[in-house]
């Protein structure tokens, strides 16, 4: 079964850092780019980063951009967000999701996560 | 303030025909392809139509997708109640170097 499952999303401090991370199983990881999306609560989708397959391209929103790190480690099927000096409008449900295109760029994304949640408040 | 820009709200009878009007710009819908997304009340969203037109493995053809310069268009017709849900459309932007949604759309079957 295709899945990615993320986890590591918890209450933080403004100005915090944390670490998510996305297990991906049932396809073959380093294929394909994989994006973060988040959903801050009641609102609508926002795009976060976009890592390529083998890594040597990120692209990041202008929301995030120098704050937070996409990365991937192929061996172990895992994709990463490194978020830095988080604030309150960083609140939301994060998602990992693969993109459809083998080692390209589609943009669309066909397997999401259930997502992991992060709050930041003092 | 979405870049795409979606109406927030249709409403329609079962068994007729919706339309979800999605509007950009020649930096994102105008040279890139639209792919809109379902997303049911507390679950992930879903890829519902991918390259403007194209329908994923195991998606009902009730479902359609079309774009004319800018502004991009998803179809429902034979609306069932399951239908509820609300619908974005996405499409990388050149000029943001990124992924770019529309506000989403709330569809709710009379």
């Known amino acids: 079964e295709v899945q990615l499952v993320e986890s590591g999303g918890v209450v933080v401090q403004p100005g915090g850092s944390l670490r998510l991370s996305c297990a991906a199983s049932?396809?073959?990881?380093?294929?394909?780019?994989m994006h973060w999306v988040r959903q801050a609560p009641g609102k609508g989708l926002e795009w976060v980063s976009l890592?390529?397959?083998?890594?040597?391209?990120?692209y990041y929103a202008d929301s995030v951009k120098g704050r937070f790190t996409i990365s991937r480690d192929n061996s172990k099927n895992s994709l990463y967000l490194q978020m830095n000096s988080l604030r309150a409008e960083d609140t939301a449900l994060y998602y990992c999701?693969?993109?459809?295109?083998?080692?390209?760029?589609?943009?669309?994304?066909?397997?999401w996560g259930q997502g992991t949640m992060v709050t930041v408040s003092s | 303030q979405s870049v795409l820009t979606q109406p927030p709200s249709v409403s329609e009878a079962p068994r007729q025909r919706v339309t979800i009007s999605c509007s950009g710009s020649?930096?994102?819908?105008?040279?890139?392809?639209v792919n809109w997304y379902q997303q049911l009340p507390g679950k992930a969203p879903k890829l519902l139509i991918y390259?403007?037109?194209l329908l994923p493995s195991g998606v009902s053809d009730r479902f359609s997708g079309s774009k004319s310069g800018t502004s991009a268009s998803l179809a429902i017709s034979g609306l069932q109640s399951e239908d509820e849900a609300d619908y974005y459309c996405?499409?990388?932007?050149?000029?943001?170097?990124?992924?770019?949604f529309g506000g989403g759309t709330k569809l709710t079957v009379l």
């Open positions: 999701a693969k993109d459809m295109a083998v080692r390209g760029f589609a943009y669309a994304f066909d397997i």
């Open positions: 996405a499409a990388w932007d050149d000029r943001l170097n990124g992924v770019v």
């Open positions: 890592i390529s397959w083998d890594g040597g391209s990120t």
């Open positions: 020649s930096s994102n819908i105008g040279n890139n392809a």
């Open positions: 390259y403007d037109d």
């Open positions: 049932g396809f073959t990881f380093d294929d394909y780019a």
